[in-house]
């Protein structure tokens, strides 16, 4: 955000108060018809977390604080929504299957989806009543939310992609005699990778030493004309002259780069011609074993390889310090919080990877999908490691949470959403799809009605709050108007219910949609008519 001022709702408290105690009641009644309770109260969690992370990554007065805990809170929300929808279905997934005939399989894949979606909808609708309560979805603040989303998901893609790297460059390598794609991938990896890390013992390696030399001693020469070593020493007169001794350091080492580059064709171009018989025969006894011993030792290759990433890795570091000193303090701790946070992501996931795969593996052994895990969830963490598998499903799920606040920001910025009333149209909108699902399932009528009925209040109790709040302030004394307005609303509510019911009675044994599958049909098509004029309006 770039004001001074924190965004405050300008609903006024009544009916933020119908709005939040409403949801609350409804929610609490429709996850009761969730098999999966623990799963239905972590995705009400969530979407609690995640108005609170919007309300953070908007606290001005202590920007920095905010991006940090919005980023820590990144890997909570991320594991809350993947247990909120893939553990609803592992769960349920575990009771209603498997099944006595083929014929029932399809309503038993309508009752996980309703399930699912009643727990989805509950989550948005505990999102946007909470974030009516401080008013925190705007375009702007969703906006800066994503990018510290984005961030924060950057160092564990790139941790689980290097993991993933090194995982499959072994599988292929030791595979290598597998016939098939296997047998020309390893032995494709095994020609690059072996003169670089492993070279043939007995011989001299001179073109692929030299080229190593050359990249690392550049590197290491950037890094050290990156460090600022000279200002680092006091200047006094009896101080050393770093700055001579470091500008002698950084000609030697670009020196010795550039000698080894031009080296390159030469040697490898004696190599390939001349042979190994003709340079043993042509230099020295000592010098050829010497260059063999050199050229051909792996400790020396890995030392100038770990050389190479650290020269690389203090040049960036030094290149993004001295861009962020130029900065204020809050604007360098809300652009390096979410890296920060990303890196506390890691940490905490290779440092509970292996109980969480087992507990994930164990899930899925309770499931119609118990075989797939010996077929391929066990080969996969086999290969790969407990900690890349632990890694790639927390970024899957961080993905997955920055696909919804994307999707969210584009409803901002379209105006699908308007910001006044964002908070209490999700609001609405969740219990309205929760409860209409929630018909598909168990649930009783009365439950489903009320749902239906409350999602209709919360959206126009929490809407003519907000119009009030705009037009006439949050301090004027306004809690008759809201109480009759609402009161008006839930009239309308109860007799359109009472009526649904007196006509439910009536059309008893003449309207034959007893199969679940059509119910699904006609509340998914009830939802898209919905959809539609909302879209229209």
Partial sequence: MTGNTPIRTRTPPTSLATVTVLTALVVAGLLRTVGATRAAAVGAATGVL???????????????????????????????????????????????????TQAAVRPMVVALVSQVLVVLGCLVAVFGASAAVRGVVDTERV????????????????????????????????????????????????????????????????????LL???????????????????????????????????????????????AILVVPLAALVELTAGQTALAATL?????????????????RGLLWWLLLAGAAFSVAVWFLRRAVQSSADRVGSVLAPYVGGAAVVLAVLAVAGPVVDAVAAALRSTPAASAVDRFFVPVVDVYGAETVALALVVASLFALVTAVGQLWLALATTSLREATAGVSLAGGGLFVASA???????????????????????????????????????ASTRRTELVHTGGSVAVGGVGAVATVGLAGLASGSVAVASPVALAALVGCLVAVVALAVALR
């Fill in 50 to 100: 995640l108005a609170l992370s919007l309300w953070l990554v908007g606290w001005d007065r202590w920007q920095a604080v905010g991006t940090v805990l919005a980023s820590a809170l990144s890997l909570p929300l991320a594991v809350g929504l993947a247990v909120a929808s893939g553990g609803t279905v592992v769960a349920l997934g575990a009771d209603l299957f498997p099944v006595s």
């Fill in 143 to 210: 906006a800066d939310y994503a990018g510290v989303l984005v961030r924060t998901t950057l160092l564990p893609f790139l941790a689980v992609a290097a993991l993933g790297l090194r995982g499959a460059i072994g599988y292929l390598q030791s595979n290598a005699g597998t016939p098939g794609v296997q047998q020309l991938t390893g032995e494709a990896l095994r020609g690059v990778l072996g003169p670089v890390f492993d070279p043939v013992p007995g011989r001299t390696h001179l073109a692929v030493f030299c």
């Fill in 213 to 259: 030399l050359g990249v690392s001693a550049g590197a290491v020469a950037r890094g050290v004309a990156a460090l600022p070593l000279a200002e680092l020493v006091p200047e006094t007169a009896d101080a050393p002259d770093v700055s001579r001794a470091v500008d002698a350091v950084e000609r030697s080492l670009r020196w010795i780069s550039r000698l």
């Fill in 284 to 300: 020295p006894g000592g010098l050829y074993d010497l260059l063999v011993a050199v050229t051909a030792a792996p400790a020396l």
């Fill in 437 to 475: 699902f929630a018909a598909t399932l168990d649930a009783p009528v009365w439950l489903v009605l009320a749902g239906l009925v409350g999602a209709f209040v919360v959206w126009d109790a929490g809407s003519f709050g907000a119009t009030l709040g705009r037009e006439v302030g949050t301090a």
